[in-house]
């Protein structure tokens, strides 16, 4: 009876079960390109786009397969808003959940720069190019939606390869951080444009109205939705499904009162929602439970990306082709000639002269808020501007808005999104690796080098004592010390030789205090920052392991690591992370407003009573700081000493110290 289901529906009816065999299907793919990373220098993203031009343009060719020709069709001919209602959240919120609140608070003001302000430059200098350059004739609300469609960044792929190298989190997290609201700003606009273009009277006043219902009212809905979850993940102890549901759920609720129910933006909804989860309702998520939670959103984000980017490479083997009269997705001819190759070429050079050319304004605003911009980070930034799954569907929109009269137009719309995202995922996406070592981020320093050395000889010191101590076995019996030794060997010479060709050394403020009192001192400023690098990163690995002995509550352990990584930014002029944690451990609130008056005089036990639970969390941090201090400069002094043996060297070193103050850790206290 199942089987006859399809044939009583009449011919050309497709069953909604066959949208399975697409998922199956990109799944497939993903694992495959996944297991074969390690033999390619293409970006995950780039091979996905590849597979889906391959299979797109198969399918044209011969679309003998009926059941994957269904498949596709099904895919293909979805509805827009359902795609993005399935997709965006998913993607906007694991993005920005992610993120890491110390650099996401330092990083917030450069952020919204590049969001708002910096789209407008881009989508406006994208239409001089439309208008003046392209010769369709285009109207300015045409070129200027074509702006605003090309403006939705989508670094995927450069910020994959910035993770995977460890090259720098905190411009990692700007240029996620700005793809993220960039996209949702962009949108905005878009939607805005949309209507003009369609001939709906649109005017100052109404647009006005309208975006601050798009843009403001979306991301008041995202903050109300993070702080309202954030709120209820307080109350669940330790319960990762509890807590990645109730994200999971946070996710889609916002998007859809947003889209759906409001009429704001729902994408810049789920990225606000994410960014205040990440910002506040860290402080309530365990350590433990996070890492669970994360493992999920990142295991459906690797899902959404993997099947949005194989439908990319499908629909753009669909438009490439000039010689189409209909396709798949609608009955209207697609309008390409082969001159159209040569503006391609065009747009994609125009896209990263623009993009220059907003990092060139935004510089100044960038070097006096967060982090400082340097001339290697905006390459980086400028060569990062890819496009991608955002942009596609508004290409889609436009393609499949019958109230958009010009059909030329709107071909055009979907053949160079679907260009761009083609190219700049693999020119752009494919060489991120390659740039980034010419520019030397992927580069040792001396002291990194020394310390990389003597680790291994470390190693290998291990793996002679272990040889040495080899044993018969009652299972295995007899031991072969010469094949244990080929196998387990490092590949010594090699490693340190490729970690030499890449050693620089950094450039140090030559004006900061510290640098002149260490030069003063006769130390060395690098070699002073690297070891106060080296306490900090382990001060916070410790307060972690504490975390896990059920010593310190959440709240105390997020604050200990966060003034940790606050301290990190400051490491060139000192050890401050005291200076920093200092304020945490004073009375706030009522205490100190009792305090302030001396309330004590009247009720001794009012105060004690109002002062006991503020002034025991005070106790531990100071507990808890002085611990990891401890244990930080005792694990340093070990590594020093024992690397002062193997040189041979009698007296016994000491921690070098900077002028960055004394902790009490230092001294014993």
């Given at each position: 009876m199942a089987a006859e289901a399809p044939a009583e529906a009449g011919e050309g009816h497709i069953p909604p079960s066959d949208a399975v065999l697409f998922i199956l299907v990109c799944f497939s793919i993903g694992i495959f390109i996944r297991l074969c990373l390690r033999w390619t220098k293409i970006p995950y993203t780039a091979m996905l786009l590849l597979w889906g031009l391959a299979i797109g343009f198969l399918q044209l060719a011969n679309p003998a397969t009926q059941a994957f020709t269904n498949t596709l069709q099904l895919w293909l001919s979805m509805e827009p808003h359902l795609l993005l209602l399935v997709f965006l959240p998913i993607i906007g919120f694991s993005a920005a959940i992610g993120q890491e609140p110390h650099m996401l608070r330092k990083s917030w003001v450069q952020i919204m720069v590049l969001a708002w302000p910096g789209v407008v430059i881009q989508f406006l200098l994208i239409a001089l190019c439309a208008k003046y350059a392209f010769p369709y004739d285009w109207s300015w609300p045409e070129c200027l939606l074509f702006g605003a469609m090309l403006s939705a960044t989508d670094p995927v792929a450069v910020v994959a390869v910035l993770q995977e190298v460890g090259a720098s989190q905190k411009l990692a997290c700007v240029i996620d951080g700005e793809s993220l609201v960039n996209d949702g700003s962009a949108l905005v606009i878009f939607l805005l444009l949309q209507k003009i273009v369609e001939g709906q009277q649109v005017t100052v006043a109404g647009g006005i109205a309208q975006f601050c219902l798009l843009a403001v009212v979306g991301?008041?809905?995202?903050?109300?939705?993070?702080?309202?979850?954030?709120?209820?993940?307080?109350?669940?102890?330790?319960?990762?499904?509890?807590?990645?549901?109730?994200?999971?759920?946070?996710?889609?609720?916002?998007?859809?009162?947003?889209?759906?129910?409001?009429?704001?933006s729902g994408l810049l909804a789920v990225v606000c929602n994410g960014f205040t989860m990440s910002l506040i309702g860290g402080r309530q998520i365990t350590m433990r439970v996070g890492d669970a939670m994360h493992s999920f959103w990142g295991v459906l984000e690797w899902s959404a990306n993997t099947i949005l980017f194989v439908w990319m490479g499908?629909?753009?083997?669909?438009?490439?082709?000039?010689?189409?009269?209909?396709?798949?997705?609608?009955?209207?001819?697609?309008?390409?000639?082969?001159?159209?190759?040569?503006?391609?070429?065009?747009?994609?050079?125009?896209?990263?002269?623009?993009?220059?050319?907003?990092?060139?304004?935004?510089?100044?605003?960038?070097?006096?808020?967060?982090?400082?911009?340097?001339?290697?980070?905006?390459l980086v930034m400028v060569w990062g501007g890819l496009r991608g799954a955002v942009g596609m569907v508004m290409a889609l929109f436009i393609f499949l808005d019958e109230q958009i009269h010009d059909s030329s137009f709107r071909s055009y719309c979907i053949f160079y999104m679907g260009t761009m995202a083609f190219f700049t995922v693999s020119i752009n996406g494919g060489t991120t690796k390659a740039l980034l070592q010419w520019l030397g981020f992927m580069s040792y320093t001396p002291e990194q080098l020394g310390t990389l050395h003597h680790v291994i000889e470390d190693m290998d010191e291990m793996r002679e004592k272990r040889l040495v101590e080899l044993h018969p076995d009652e299972v295995l019996g007899e031991?072969?010390?010469?094949?244990?030794?080929?196998?387990?060997?490092?590949?010594?010479?090699?490693?340190?030789?490729?970690?030499a060709a890449n050693t620089v050394r950094p450039a140090i403020n030559p004006k900061s205090k510290a640098y002149q009192a260490a030069v003063e001192k006769g130390q060395d400023p690098q070699l002073l920052y690297d070891y106060r690098c080296r306490v900090l990163h382990m001060v916070k690995a410790h307060y972690a392991e504490v975390y896990d002995q059920h010593l310190l509550t959440t709240l105390q352990a997020r604050t200990l690591q966060s003034v940790t990584d606050a301290a990190l930014d400051e490491a060139g002029e000192g050890l401050v992370d005291w200076n920093m944690l200092e304020p945490n451990c004073q009375l706030r609130g009522i205490p100190k407003l009792m305090q302030a008056l001396k309330l004590h005089r009247l009720s001794v036990t009012l105060v004690q009573a109002t002062t006991y639970s503020q002034s025991l969390s005070n106790l531990t941090l100071l507990v808890g700081f002085i611990h990891a201090h401890r244990h930080a400069q005792e694990v340093l002094r070990q590594h020093i000493r024992a690397v002062a043996d193997n040189s041979q060297q009698t007296p016994e070193p000491t921690t070098p110290r900077g002028n960055g103050g004394t902790h009490p850790a230092a001294n014993g206290a």
């Open positions: 991301m008041l809905l995202g903050i109300a939705f993070g702080a309202v979850t954030s709120w209820l993940l307080d109350n669940i102890f330790r319960d990762a499904t509890l807590t990645t549901i109730v994200t999971l759920v946070s996710a889609y609720s916002s998007y859809y009162v947003a889209d759906r129910l409001v009429g704001a499908i629909v753009l083997a669909i438009v490439l082709p000039p010689s189409h009269e209909e396709t798949v997705i609608t009955d209207q001819p697609i309008h390409l000639e082969p001159r159209d190759a040569a503006y391609v070429v065009l747009l994609y050079v125009w896209l990263q002269a623009a993009r220059t050319v907003l990092l060139l304004v935004c510089w100044i605003p960038f070097n006096y808020t967060g982090y400082p911009l340097t001339w290697r980070s905006a031991p072969e010390p010469d094949a244990v030794n080929v196998w387990s060997r490092l590949p010594t010479e090699a490693v340190l030789a490729q970690a």
